[in-house]
């Protein structure tokens, strides 16, 4: 589809939503951002690589009488330049080995142009009652670099532009005095067998301070590629997890974990904790770990196994740690570095910048450079910098 025809599709959409709206409804409110996202990759076997990206986000939102209302927002989004990534980088010698002796492209194509429902859901809430459906947001989980009790996004490490997309559900709450709510989901999948179900029940403990939470899980899972075929594995997946968060001693404190039974893997546990404080200074520190017995615990690291990560974002090693400073600098800017390791002796160091250029306009800067073991989770050499400004409106 062309430009002109993807602006005409989402101006006939945006007609339909205000032509569409009940009688009785409040004025639908538009409201979103642009962002406009340029990517320059760099390693000594694929020289650098220019990504630029723009992305358009309209949100939607209106009340209806009866206690509903309605949210959505479509993205829009086009690559202006190259489209396509090497992801020679990204994998070690071992593995790039095998995909040439195979003849397996060392190339990941996205989509030049992107027009898509991100989110569009119906809510009726009354009293401690709310019933949400259609495509919303089911993320749980309070951990930084990974959430082992998501189970229903996925991550492409590989688009720059990267945003989790809504699921398709049926979601009930019911909420009650402080912090304590039972959520239940519903995903429907291509058949009934195949759907997906959640559960999690959370309290605030008032003697202890902490907010805790008990989830399961029954999905179809699609994160993991064959050891022999190499091609995607759809199997049963069930999960029993625990979420708890809080403070002691002025450090704010976070777990989360689940234990995944697997109908044709071996079931494996993951969990995330972490904590956090800042300095009277204003200076911050965070520190988080991830145990994740998924994967190999030993180098080289299966060829399925990094598919998976790239398609996936499947963490490749059994553990990281992961180590965060943050401090304003000034009144509109604020520094961060954070250094990720893994077990194997592979690093990456992440700088960033966010800065407040105006008040409805931001811009991020942000970088990445690998460093250690040519095996590791992280193949060294490896240099990113990322530069995204967003405006909404």
Known sequence: MTMTARASTLSAVLTMLLLAAPAGAQELQITGYYEHTLNADYSKDTDELIMDASKLRLDFASGIPGGLSFNGNMNYIVYHGEISRNITPFLPPSVQTVFNQLGLPAEITLPRERLYLDNAYLTWE???????????????????SFNPTDLFHRKNMLDPTYEKEGVTALRFDYRWGIGGQLSLIAAPGDRIAESGYAVRLGTHISEIGYDVALTAHSVTDSTSFDAVTWMPVTQKRRALGLEFTGSLFGLGLWFEGNY????????????????????????????????????????????????????????????????????????????????????????????????????????????????????????????????????WF
């Open 126 to 144: 009354k009293g401690k009652i709310r019933f949400r459906a259609g495509k919303q947001q089911l993320a749980w989980g309070s951990a930084y």
């Open 260 to 391: 995944n039974m697997m109908e044709t893997e071996d079931d494996f546990l993951r969990a995330a904790i972490g904590f956090d404080y800042t300095l009277n200074n204003g200076l911050y520190f965070m520190a988080e770990t991830l145990i994740n017995q998924r994967a190999e615990t030993a180098t080289p690291y299966p060829v399925h196994d990094w598919l998976a990560y790239l398609a996936y974002g499947e963490p490749i090693s059994s553990q990281w740690y992961l180590v965060g400073l943050g401090k304003d600098i000034g009144d509109l800017t604020r520094g961060g570095l954070y250094f990720f390791a893994t077990p194997d002796g592979s690093f990456v160091l992440n700088p960033r910048l966010d800065i407040s250029i105006a008040q409805n306009a931001d811009l991020i800067i942000f970088g990445g450079y690998t460093m250690g073991d040519d095996e590791g989770a992280f193949p060294p050499g490896y240099y990113s910098l990322v530069a995204r400004a967003t405006v």
